[in-house]
């Protein structure tokens, strides 16, 4: 697994252990963290492997092939949409020619799939009110250069499987929320939010807080990839709610879950932000037997309770 360090590949990494799968992490670090790892690592004994590598290097491909994996579930990627605008050519050396080490030692490794973590909220650009929650036969018009790249290894993924039989599940990702997300990841509202929150700090709020977000949790998401890993072949799949829900209301689900009345401060809205987006998840109903169960309310209060334990506070009663 690439980027298993991180908030979702480090709790996909909790799923296959518990499965009874042997797991090798690779991970730069560069975003993902040990910590993240550390239950696993405690439990998992020989069954986890982690390797501090880096995608775009020849030693990643090297490993693939001889650690020869049945399933690559690849989620390393650059983690900033701003950050891809203002240098493009370093977000394409890691999404795109780091994911081409990745697909070639899977080709090598005579691999049976990889499961690419592909991104719903920037794969289709700027949908028209009426398309929404949109499908995944929605023309791909992504807008910015992080969501041109995620597009581009699809693309590669749909000619390795013409070329090499290696076959694929896409998942289009909504907002994924839940604990150990990284609290300086722009998309990571929700645990920023409820960090703010519970500390007692302002909350920034970008533009008016009316674009909305199909907001997922984490745990459903980890199932999703689950069932990625043998059904879904040949398909990019919608992984999200198919509900819209606006930057305020999730702030005001937290304030009511902390009990608090934040400092709200609101700063202008940032380069290549969508103003709305949902994904219809029927796709992933039909092919990888998928849906969502956890609650927006629900999600946030585990995120909160994470806040809390991270700032010493009283977690919330049930």
């Known amino acids: 697994m690439t980027g298993g360090a991180g908030f979702i590949g480090s709790t996909l990494v909790d799923r296959l252990l518990a499965e009874g799968h042997e797991v090798d992490v690779v991970d730069d670090l560069s975003s ?14 020989r ?48 999404n795109v020619l780091g994911s081409l080490r990745v697909l070639e030692g899977a080709r090598a490794a005579g691999t049976e799939r990889v499961v690419f973590a592909a991104s ?34 699809i693309d590669y993924l749909v000619a390795y499987r013409e070329l090499h039989a290696l076959e694929f599940s896409a998942l289009a990702l909504g907002n994924v929320y839940g604990p150990r997300q990284n609290l300086q990841r722009e998309s990571g509202a929700v645990a920023i939010f409820a960090d703010a929150l519970v500390t007692g700090s302002p909350v920034t709020v970008f533009g008016d807080g ?25 398909l990019v799949c919608n992984v999200g709610t198919g509900t819209e829900t606006t930057v305020n209301e999730v702030l005001r689900t937290l304030c009511a879950l902390v009990g608090v009345e934040p400092e709200i401060r609101h700063a202008p809205a940032r380069q290549g932000e969508l103003r709305r987006s ?26 909160v309770e994470e806040a809390k334990r991270r700032a010493g506070a009283p977690t919330i009663r049930r």
Not at 47 to 71: G, K, M, Y
Not at 120 to 135: K, N, Q, S, V, W
Not at 210 to 228: I, K, P, S
């Open 32 to 45: 993902g963290s040990l910590a993240n790892l550390a239950e696993a690592r405690a439990a998992g004994g």
């Open 210 to 234: 009316e674009q909305t977000r199909d907001y997922v949790y984490v745990d459903d998401v980890v199932d999703a990839f689950a069932r990625a890993a043998t059904k879904g072949g040949g």
């Open 47 to 94: 069954a986890l492997s982690f390797h501090q590598l880096d995608i775009r290097f020849p030693e990643t491909t090297a490993l693939i092939v001889r650690r020869r994996p049945v399933v690559i579930f690849h989620l390393a990627a650059t983690v900033d949409t701003r950050a891809s605008i203002a240098d493009p050519v370093a977000d394409a050396d890691v």
């Open 120 to 153: 719903g909220a920037t794969l289709y650009g700027e949908p028209d009110a009426a398309d929404l929650p949109i499908r995944e036969s929605h023309p791909h018009r992504p807008l910015s250069p992080y969501g041109v790249s995620k597009k581009a290894v």
């Open 278 to 303: 949902a994904l219809d998840p029927t796709r992933a109903a039909i092919h990888l037997g998928w849906r969502p169960w956890t609650t927006l309310e629900a999600g946030s209060a585990l995120v």
